[in-house]
């Protein structure tokens, strides 16, 4: 009786929370006469700065995180790299390329990236991203790359081929490329084939 009374009484006397009001700004001339300009093609909300010196105009507060995970091809001193980028605030992989780590690489994985329509990007401290994604919406370091290298844990403990102490390494670049592929299709894009 005790408890459902005071069940009662904490509900009916609730208060409305407060309202959460974020501030926003245009990343590229830090002015805040912001309007909402509809939303992307994935429902991203999209923002347009007012102020007449804008160079950009429009913008979108989401950014996307960039990565790369090593395997072997032969033996231990051959790498195999998989490039991937996620979606920062749902964490979905955009797209993934293989690879040495080299720039040509870094490229092509931006070149899919294009289409994503995200302004701001988040990596490591790696040359080749810092030579090749505008300075002006690269944000380098740790601090914003959490939830991809959080990403690494469950591919390197379902997949073998991944993992840093492994004797399980593929004899051709064909196979990491394909098993590895297959992996992130099923579980990142929900492909079943």
């Given at each position: 009786m005790h408890v459902t009374l005071g069940l009662i009484f904490v509900a009916s006397h609730r208060k409305e929370w407060p309202m959460t009001c974020i501030?926003?700004?245009?990343?590229p001339c830090q002015?805040?006469?912001?309007?909402?300009?509809?939303?992307?093609?994935?429902?991203t909300q999209r923002d347009l700065c007012q102020h007449t010196l804008c160079t950009k105009g429009s913008f979108l507060l989401d950014y996307w995180e960039?990565?790369?995970m090593w395997s072997f091809v032969g033996?231990?001193?051959?790498?195999r790299w998989l490039w991937?980028?996620?979606d920062h605030h749902p964490g979905k992989v955009l797209a993934y390329v293989f690879g040495?780590?080299?720039?040509?690489?870094?490229?092509?994985?931006?070149?899919?990236?294009?289409?994503?329509?995200?302004?701001?990007?988040s990596t490591d401290y790696w040359g080749a991203y810092t030579r090749h994604l505008?300075?002006?919406?690269h944000c380098p370091g740790k601090r914003h790359t959490q939830k991809i290298e959080r990403k690494h844990l469950p591919l390197r403990t379902r997949m073998k081929r991944l993992a840093r102490k492994t004797i399980c390494f593929a004899k051709t670049t064909q196979m990491p490329d394909l098993v590895i592929g297959l992996f992130v299709n099923r579980y990142a894009f929900g492909?079943?084939?």
């Amino acid at each position: 009786m005790h408890v459902t009374l005071g069940l009662i009484f904490v509900a009916s006397h609730r208060k409305e929370w407060p309202m959460t009001c974020i501030a926003v700004r245009c990343p590229p001339c830090q002015s805040d006469p912001i309007v909402k300009r509809g939303k992307t093609a994935r429902g991203t909300q999209r923002d347009l700065c007012q102020h007449t010196l804008c160079t950009k105009g429009s913008f979108l507060l989401d950014y996307w995180e960039m990565d790369e995970m090593w395997s072997f091809v032969g033996n231990k001193g051959n790498l195999r790299w998989l490039w991937h980028a996620i979606d920062h605030h749902p964490g979905k992989v955009l797209a993934y390329v293989f690879g040495r780590r080299k720039e040509e690489v870094c490229l092509r994985l931006k070149a899919r990236l294009e289409p994503c329509e995200l302004t701001r990007s988040s990596t490591d401290y790696w040359g080749a991203y810092t030579r090749h994604l505008d300075p002006d919406e690269h944000c380098p370091g740790k601090r914003h790359t959490q939830k991809i290298e959080r990403k690494h844990l469950p591919l390197r403990t379902r997949m073998k081929r991944l993992a840093r102490k492994t004797i399980c390494f593929a004899k051709t670049t064909q196979m990491p490329d394909l098993v590895i592929g297959l992996f992130v299709n099923r579980y990142a894009f929900g492909w079943a084939g």
